[in-house]
């Protein structure tokens, strides 16, 4: 077998847990190389917590995880996909540690020596704070409430299942002394949201930040990864969450270096209209981008505004005041902020007054924290992008006007002087210290947090007229994309980043691809959906509130038939509780209401769930021509648009999952479930041939050409050829298509030459081709040039 490309042609997903270890990926590996993908794509594969079912909460990086089968169970795995010409991709997670001190050897380390541990500059702690002690939020109640459940057993400190390092000489002292003598403090769970002195993931506490910034860690967490790389056991990388680090670009710039330059992409969330940052030495991004834009084409804009109607009519009084996407996001940023990340916050605050007290510049001086506080709060909720990477940068992401509507936020005008400081600060006016690059990094990495809570997981949960509008990297402001829109980021795509990730479905989508593209059809018919809704909704058990039920009634539209109706009906729940969890308005992870998510799961079981649901499920049934042409375009545009391709385990064939840990069930391979080759699954396959038959039409030096249908119907076919010997022709709104009178006289002219369908031997055309024949059989066609 030839070895795997550099650059790969398309990429292959796989989530390792123990219940799918390498050994099982190496059985499918000749399933996987028919597909005609290159690389496998595999979670994270270093030593993390024992029975993690996503690897992301590494305890050693130094080792390759024991449960998945061990560092010699990967070199398996990697021979045995050389041996059927496959490469492998690996996720690398350099942003964080578990905090689980009887499994992190590093951080056990620390949490016994202190800061003079020479591991000590590993994870980002802020010493000064807590009395020098690390705050551990592991106790179940106060700590005398808990004190009796803390046992000494010799030279450790246990606690129910944790267990922490006692300080040399100290484990005879009395438990108040022996707490006190500590480099930590174990204290209550619910401390973690103000008083952290440590950097987390996001808002978990159970993940600590890692200082890869500092050239000697990144050298120790990532010499096994390079070792990997370079004996030829994987061939590239993917970088989670970059955008938590202290310097992303740095750090790119470092991991470029030491792999020799490999394939690398970033899981870099790009907001609508932000670019990748030109000087980050990777490939591109994961491919959230991709999928926003892949989605839009098959979202009817009119459609939306009336469905997005509806839904305020419907879920009023109890959706986010009046279900506007902006405010939504706004509000939901000043609660996590407030909330979830009040650590941060005041970590963030403790750096600018420290700064302004400190500081020459008399400008700075006099600067209560309050205040302080105050302007970092309102320019942070007023970012639109997930951070700043330089002063530069800053000045087009916390703009003038952004700080003119903070400045309003101060009642006595003399103390809005304080935005213009935090400002200034972010731009560079006041110099490039160490101070105040501390200050610039911590404003970044929490922006980024903030972005990630406020958005991902709190507003998608929140404001929900079309739940498929609401996947990471998504506008669900602004969702459809017309084909004009989508060309040009693709000519942009294959201009600037043309070996960039592209992706449909995720180990983190909220919903799979297939799901949402059932969802889509709902801007086709919004009043239909609205009817249907408000006939199934009569009688139905008491309804929580109006914004849920409009979810559930959507999610089990979008889930369809699920094989046994009891684990259908478990999966709803299920993620019906995690959606008004992470919606955070009446209940939460932290404050659970139980008389209300039991009325959510009541309500599932006799409404959605129920037979009132069938007439939902008669709804998506009748739309099923509608939906099948939405999940082929889907799949046929993804696959031959610009970038790599990437597909989830089993998104070759019919894939509807919801978010995790839906979305992360071990994959079968070599079962059919039932239905033999699938529809999708022969469009998949055409479409990973040609790439692997064709690799430079699709590759880093194609080219892209938009094609434009003529016709009454010509906005329905979205068209485009790849370095013109390929042409991908998809139906987009095909129920508006069939309302309006189909494809009528509508027709696409094709390049020069002649055209050979991919799928349907024997089918032929040249010139300009007549939709309604071009799509007589399928909603979606491939064509490739005949030799003249």
Sequence with gaps: MPPAPAVPTATYRLQLQPDFPFSAATTAVPHLAALNISHLHLSPVLEAVPGSRHGYDVVDPTRVREELGGEEGLRELSRTARDHGLGLILDIVPNHMAMSPRHNPALWEVLRDGPSSPRARWFDIDWEAQGGQVLLPVLGG??????????????????HDHAFPLREGTAGLPLPRLLDAQWYRPV???????ELNYRRFFSISELIGVRVEDPEVFAATHAKILELLHE??????????????????????????????RWTVVEKILADGEG?????????????????????????????????????????????????????????????????LAAE???????????????????????????????????????????????????????????????????????????????????????????????????????????????????FYRYVPLLSATEVGGEPGDPAVGPDRFHAYCARVQRDWPATGTVLSTHDAKRSADVRAALHVLTECPGRWADVLAEASRGVEPVPDGQLAWAAWQTVFGLGPAGDERAREERVREALLKHVREAGLFTSWTEQEPPYEEAVARFVAAGPCGVPGRKVAELREALEPHIRANVLGAALVHLTMPGVPDLYQGTEREYRALVDPDNRTPPRFGEDGGG?????????????????????VFGTSASYEPLAAVGPAADHCLAFARSSEVVTAVTRLSLRLAESGGWRDTRLPLPRGRWADVREPGREFEREVRAAELFAASPVVLLERLPE
């Design 142 to 159: 106060p700590l005398g409430e808990e004190a009796d459940r803390l046992k000494v057993d010799g030279d450790v400190l246990r606690y």
């Design 188 to 194: 209550w769970w619910r401390l973690a949201r103000t």
């Design 232 to 261: 030829g056991v994987v061939d590239g990388l993917r970088v989670d969450h970059p955008d938590g680090l202290a310097d992303p670009g740095g750090y790119l710039r470092r991991l470029h270096e030491a792999t020799g330059g």
């Design 276 to 340: 990748l940052p030109a000087s980050w030495p990777v490939a591109g991004t994961t491919g959230y981008d991709a999928l926003r834009h892949v989605d839009g084409l098959f979202m009817d804009p009119a459609g939306f505004e009336e469905l997005l109607d509806r839904y305020r009519a419907f879920a009023a009084p109890q959706t986010d005041r009046g279900g506007d996407w902006d405010a939504t996001v706004r509000r939901a940023a000043y609660k996590v902020l407030t909330h979830e």
């Design 345 to 459: 916050s005041d970590r963030l605050t403790r750096v600018a007054a420290r700064l302004c007290a400190t500081s020459p510049e008399t400008a700075l001086r006099d600067r209560a924290p309050w205040a302080l506080r105050t302007a970092l709060t309102e320019l942070l909720v007023r970012l639109e992008v997930y951070r700043p990477y330089s002063p530069e940068d800053a000045a087009t992401v916390v703009t003038e006007e952004a700080a003119a509507e903070a400045r309003r936020a101060f009642a006595v005008p003399e103390e809005a002087g304080a935005v213009d400081v935090v400002r200034d600060l972010l731009l560079g006016r006041y110099g490039d210290g160490p101070a105040q690059a501390e200050f610039r990094t911590r404003f970044a990495q929490t922006a980024s947090a903030l972005r990630a809570k406020s958005v991902e997981d709190t507003a």
């Design 676 to 696: 033999g080759r699938s529809e999708k699954e022969a469009v998949t396959r055409a479409a990973l041939a040609l790439r692997a038959r064709r690799p430079e």
